[in-house]
C-alpha cells in the first residue's frame, strides 16, 4: 500500500484541510501517477458539501489529474515510468455492457468516478486528485501531449471534454451555427473548442463585461441574452446551442432560437429543476433539448490530441492547495477566469 498525504472534506459543513490515506497496491494492469496538477471543478464544491445528497465522508475531490508515471503493473505496455498521464472524471467500468462495447464508458451503470464512488479493488470509496499520488486501471489513463502547457491541460479532462463530446455526437464543424451559453469553466472551452472544429460561434451571456473575453477566445458574436432585441435578431437560426449554465433558467429563450431540427444541449446540472419548457417551440420545429455527459476514454484522448493540433488548453488561475476553501468561495461568486488549477507541489507531507 501507498501513503498518500491530500486534503480532504471531512463533513459538508467543514473547511476542506490535510488528510493521509493508503492507495492500493499497484496490480498488473494498473498505473501509479504522481499527481502534478489537478484542476477544480464546481462538481468538487458540490460533492465536498453534499449538495448533491451523496456524499461520504472524507471526501478528497480532484477529477482532473495530470501527472508523471511512477511505476506500472506487469501488463502494461502502453505506458512506463516517467511518462505523463491524466486523469479524468472515470477511474473504472463494467467493460463489458453495450455502452463500454462502444467506448461510451460513462453511461455504464456500473461506473466507479475518480472519487466519492465505490472502489471495486478495495470495497471502499475512491479518493481524487487533490493528493501526491494515485493508482489506475490502465484503461482509463490517458497519454498527455508533450506541447501543451501541463497545468492548463488538467482542466480538459473534464471541462474539455464535457464540451468536447456533445459537440463531436452533433457533428459540429465547418458551416455549423453553434450558441455557447455561459462564459465560465465549460462555457470557455465551449467556444475555443466550436471554433477550432471551424463553426460559427456566438456566446450568450448576462455580463456586457464578458463580451471582449469571449471575442478574444474565438467568439465570432456575443449576444446579451437579457437584451430581446438582441436575441431576435437570432430566432430560427442555431444549427446548435450548447447551454452550460448550471443554474436553473427559461429554457424558452434559448430554444425559440433554433432551426427546425436543431438541438440545445444542456450541460449543467442546477440544484434546482428549469422550469418547463414551452413544448410547442419544440414540437412546431422538430427541435429537441438534449443532455450530455462527459465521454468516454477513447474520445477524451481524441479530444486530447485535438486540442495538442490546435493548441487549446484552458485559461487557469494556479492556487496552492491552502487555498482551495477560499478557491471554493471565489469560484461561487465567479471570481475565476476561467479554471483553478491546483499545484500539487504545495502539497505537504
Given at each position: 500500500m501507498s501513503k498518500v498525504v491530500s486534503y480532504a472534506?471531512?463533513?459538508?459543513?467543514?473547511?476542506?484541510?490535510?488528510?493521509?490515506?493508503?492507495?492500493?497496491?499497484?496490480?498488473?494492469?494498473?498505473?501509479?501517477?504522481e499527481i502534478l496538477f489537478c484542476g477544480v471543478c464546481h462538481s468538487d464544491l458540490h460533492t465536498a458539501r453534499n449538495e448533491w445528497q451523496n456524499s461520504v465522508y472524507p471526501v478528497v475531490p480532484g477529477h482532473e489529474i495530470v501527472g508523471r508515471v511512477i511505476s506500472v503493473g506487469s501488463e502494461i505496455t502502453t505506458f512506463k515510468a516517467g511518462d505523463l498521464a491524466g486523469v479524468g472524471c472515470l477511474v473504472d467500468s463494467c467493460l463489458t455492457c453495450p455502452d463500454c462495447g462502444e467506448g461510451l464508458e460513462q453511461y455504464c451503470d456500473h461506473g466507479v468516478y475518480t472519487y466519492n464512488s465505490p472502489d471495486k479493488h478495495t470495497g471502499k470509496m475512491t479518493y481524487g486528485g487533490y493528493s501526491n499520488q494515485i493508482v489506475v486501471d490502465e484503461h482509463f489513463v490517458l497519454h498527455i501531449p508533450e506541447n501543451l502547457d501541463l497545468a492548463a491541460v488538467a482542466p480538459l479532462l473534464c471541462a474539455g471534454i464535457t464540451t468536447y463530446s456533445p459537440l463531436r455526437h452533433w457533428k459540429i464543424g465547418k458551416g455549423s451555427k453553434v450558441g455557447i451559453v455561459g462564459l465560465g469553466g465549460l462555457g470557455h472551452m465551449g467556444v475555443k473548442?466550436?471554433?477550432?472544429?471551424?463553426?460559427?460561434?456566438?456566446?450568450?451571456?448576462?455580463?456586457?463585461?464578458?463580451?471582449?473575453?469571449?471575442?478574444?477566445?474565438?467568439?465570432?458574436?456575443?449576444?446579451?441574452?437579457?437584451?430581446?432585441?438582441e436575441m431576435h435578431k437570432h430566432l430560427k437560426s442555431f444549427d446548435f446551442i450548447l447551454n452550460t449554465v448550471a443554474a436553473a433558467h427559461n429554457l424558452d429563450v434559448f430554444t425559440e432560437l433554433l432551426k427546425r431540427d436543431g438541438t440545445m444541449c444542456l450541460n449543467g446540472v442546477p440544484e434546482h429543476a428549469h422550469p418547463s419548457p414551452n413544448i410547442g417551440n419544440l414540437i412546431f420545429k422538430r427541435r429537441q433539448i438534449a443532455g450530455s455527459l462527459i465521454g468516454g476514454i477513447k474520445e477524451t484522448q481524441e479530444m486530447l490530441d485535438f486540442c495538442a493540433e490546435h493548441n487549446i488548453t484552458s485559461d487557469i488561475e494556479i492556487i496552492a492547495i491552502k487555498d482551495i476553501n477560499e478557491a471554493y468561495e471565489r469560484m461561487l461568486n465567479g471570481d475565476v477566469k476561467y479554471r483553478f488549477v491546483i499545484d500539487m507541489a504545495t502539497l505537504q507531507e
Open positions: 472534506a471531512p463533513s459538508a459543513k467543514e473547511p476542506l484541510g490535510p488528510y493521509k490515506f493508503e492507495r492500493r497496491e499497484v496490480g498488473p494492469k494498473d498505473i501509479q501517477i473548442l466550436a471554433h477550432a472544429m471551424g463553426a460559427y460561434v456566438v456566446l450568450f451571456t448576462t455580463s456586457p463585461d464578458k463580451v471582449a473575453d469571449a471575442t478574444r477566445l474565438g467568439a465570432d458574436e456575443v449576444v446579451i441574452s437579457k437584451n430581446p432585441d
